[in-house]
Nanobody, 121 residues
Framework: QVQLVESGGELVQAGGSLRLSCAAS????????MGWFRQPPGKEREFVAT???????AYADSVKGRFTISRDNARNTVYLQMNSLKPEDTAVYYC???????????????WGQGTQVTVSS
């Protein structure tokens, strides 16, 4: 049974930093892309960042230069380092994995339950 579990979300002040983690289990994901999406309050889910099996990355324009995605294949874990956080980064953050590298949610097969990030002004 494939499972993705996010952690690291919390309340933080604007300008602060957080690191989200997503631990995958149930299979080996080293050959799959892993991504982060988020859903702000009252809005649709949106792409944040993704990393391919070979380490290529892509970011949403809104987070470029502030967020960094990385992965540790030995631990089946993907991370999202978030710096210079803004109130508009407030959202539930989801990790996902799939066999194709892409920025669309439909690209991904498995999803976590999400972790809440709240940035206060």
């Amino acid at each position: 049974q494939v499972q993705l579990v996010e952690s690291g979300g919390e309340l933080v002040q604007a300008g602060g930093s957080l690191r989200l983690s997503c631990a995958a289990s149930g299979r080996t994901f080293s050959s799959w892309a892993m991504g982060w999406f988020r859903q702000p309050p009252g809005k649709e889910r949106e792409f944040v960042a993704t990393i391919s099996a070979s380490g290529s990355t892509a970011y949403a324009d809104s987070v470029k230069g502030r967020f960094t995605i990385s992965r540790d294949n030995a631990r089946n874990t993907v991370y999202l380092q978030m710096n210079s956080l803004k109130p508009e980064d407030t959202a539930v953050y989801y990790c996902a994995t799939g066999s194709f590298f892409g920025t669309r949610s439909g690209t991904y097969t498995y999803w976590g339950q999400g972790t809440q990030v709240t940035v206060s002004s």
